[in-house]
């Protein structure tokens, strides 16, 4: 559904809450390293390494480093990549139709990091919101629910794809959903729709775990509030109007620190604090929370330098709860995950293109390690957004900008801006005179003029 500019204004500013100051006591509950593997081995002509091979094409952990990752480092958070080609065939199209082979090699990774070692795993379909063609990602396939290319995925099917998925994963409270990997280049109000079509799909099931929503531009953090790709509208403008009913949805927030905020150089530029500042104050305007889920650097002085001064900045703003640094996974060998050619992956025990130690050990052990207060990660629980000692992680606290929850009971009328109606809803469904009820998403309806 599209908005009017009117009504999108009339909602920015009606639905904002007080500002949260930042907070000295705030806590970083997911501390942890992306797992990248699963959507290795498409690039090239269309359609090669579809569906692939395990072993050989792709992979998502190596159990023995998740091991190290877990036993050693304690970390309690891994994102681990997928592609939705392989687990839903180009041939059947986005939907409920898995390639069941790959989900039970997906599924097994999952296990053996929730149930096996106990931590979290975000679920990521490494996808930047496109469907049908991976082979020059991140920019080949149809910009899912674009409805003048005929060859597109249809929001519905990707809230289709979403429900399957999520009613397989119900009954593991250590999961967190991961809508799409870095949606870039397309109008920010479908992204908000597919974003919010995803989020129904999962909470039909049953589900209750922590949802991570992204938003335009690549998700970025710097650029959340300023207009991206041809004139699309920030983020900022369209995402604080995601409804879930549990209120257990956070926003999903990538962000690098070199010049063009991409994470191919070696040296770093740009200082997180200052660049994550408006992103901030738009969590804080609309009680909202986000998960730094990929950022990275390079072994280079500049790069160990404004590294932990942007996890320390996270862990200083109670709208951050989480962090994952990218990239660990088993296929990376000696190449670079990110940030010049020379650092190497995250991956233990590996080497990178020079021959001497990767990432794990001149970035992760050098610095990140160091940041990380190990006595405030959540070991237990359904994942969720934390409460004030960041332990629980319960879902019960408020994450989307329009949740009208109150402890009174509704009036038989409603007032202009009072919400009338949605799924789940029990109060009036009549609006004051002047106004009249508009549905916003099966979710929410609202008196507007």
Same mark, same amino acid.
């Given at each position: 559904m599209f908005l009017t500019e009117k009504l999108r204004l009339v909602l920015k500013s009606t639905l904002a809450v007080v500002s949260i100051a930042a907070c000295a006591g705030a806590t970083i509950i997911y501390a942890g390293v992306n797992e990248s593997g699963g959507e290795f081995g498409v690039f090239g002509t269309p359609g090669t390494g579809l569906p692939g @091979?395990?072993?050989?094409?792709?992979?998502? &952990? =190596?159990?023995? +480093?998740v091991d190290t990752w877990v036993d050693t480092n304690q970390i309690n958070f891994f994102r681990v990549t997928m592609l939705m080609e392989r687990m839903c065939?180009?041939?059947?199209?986005?939907?409920?139709?898995?390639? @069941?082979? #790959?989900?039970s090699e997906y599924e097994a990774a999952i296990n053996y990091i929730t149930v096996?070692?106990?931590? #979290?795993?975000?679920?990521?379909?490494?996808?930047?919101?496109?469907?049908?063609?991976?082979?020059?990602?991140?920019?080949?396939?149809?910009i899912i629910g674009?409805? +003048?290319?005929?060859? $597109?995925?249809?929001? $519905?099917?990707? %809230?289709?794809? !979403?429900? @399957?998925?999520?009613?397989?994963?119900v009954s593991n409270p250590k999961v967190v959903f991961g809508i799409n990997n870095e949606p870039h280049d397309m109008a920010t109000s479908l992204i908000l729709e597919n974003d919010q079509a995803a989020i129904n799909g999962i909470r039909s099931t049953g589900a209750t775990q922590l949802i991570l929503a992204p938003g335009n531009g690549f998700t970025g953090g710097h650029s959340?509030?300023?207009?991206?790709?041809?004139?699309?509208?920030?983020?900022?403008?369209?995402?604080?109007?995601?409804?879930?009913?549990?209120?257990?949805?956070?926003?999903? &927030?990538?962000? #690098?620190?070199? @010049?063009?905020?991409?994470?191919?150089?070696?040296? *770093? +530029? %740009?200082?997180?604090?200052?660049?994550?500042?408006a992103l901030t104050s738009w969590l804080q305007e609309f009680n909202l929370k986000a998960v730094v889920s990929e950022f990275g650097g390079s072994n280079d002085p500049t790069c160990l330098e404004l590294l932990p001064q942007l996890i320390q900045y996270?862990?200083?703003?109670?709208? #951050? &709860?989480? !962090? /994952?640094?990218?990239?660990?996974?088993?296929?990376w060998g000696t190449n670079s995950a *990110? *940030?010049?050619?020379?650092?190497? /992956?995250?991956?233990?025990? %590996?080497i990178n293109a020079e021959g001497g130690p990767d990432?794990?050990?001149?970035? !992760?052990? $050098?610095? &990140?390690? %160091?940041?990380? =207060?190990?006595?405030?990660?959540?070991?237990?629980?359904t994942s969720g957004l934390g409460n004030s000692t960041g332990t629980t992680g319960t879902g019960t606290t408020s994450v989307t900008g329009t949740s009208t929850s109150t402890s009174t009971a509704p009036s038989a009328t409603q007032t202009l801006f009072g919400q009338c109606g949605g799924i789940g809803w029990a109060g009036a469904t009549a609006c004051a005179s002047g106004s009249t009820c508009q549905v916003l998403n099966p979710y929410f309806s609202q008196c507007l003029t």
């Open positions: @091979e395990f072993g050989v094409t792709y992979e998502f &952990i =190596n159990e023995a +480093t065939p180009v041939a059947t199209g986005l939907g409920s139709t898995f390639n @069941e082979t #790959y989900f096996t070692k106990g931590a #979290y795993a975000l679920i990521d379909p490494h996808n930047y919101m496109r469907y049908n063609d991976p082979s020059d990602q991140p920019d080949s396939g149809s674009d409805t +003048t290319d005929p060859k $597109a995925a249809t929001t $519905a099917q990707f %809230q289709e794809f !979403w429900t @399957e998925l999520a009613s397989r994963f959340w509030t300023q207009v991206t790709g041809e004139n699309d509208d920030p983020s900022s403008e369209w995402l604080f109007m995601l409804v879930d009913p549990l209120n257990n949805t956070a926003i999903d &927030i990538h962000e #690098y620190l070199d @010049e063009d905020f991409s994470g191919t150089h070696e040296t *770093c +530029t %740009q200082p997180g604090p200052s660049n994550l500042a996270l862990s200083e703003n109670d709208v #951050y &709860i989480g !962090w /994952s640094a990218w990239a660990a996974g088993p296929f *990110c *940030c010049g050619t020379t650092v190497g /992956s995250l991956e233990p025990g %590996q990432g794990y050990t001149t970035v !992760w052990e $050098a610095v &990140i390690q %160091q940041t990380i =207060n190990l006595g405030d990660l959540q070991r237990s629980g």
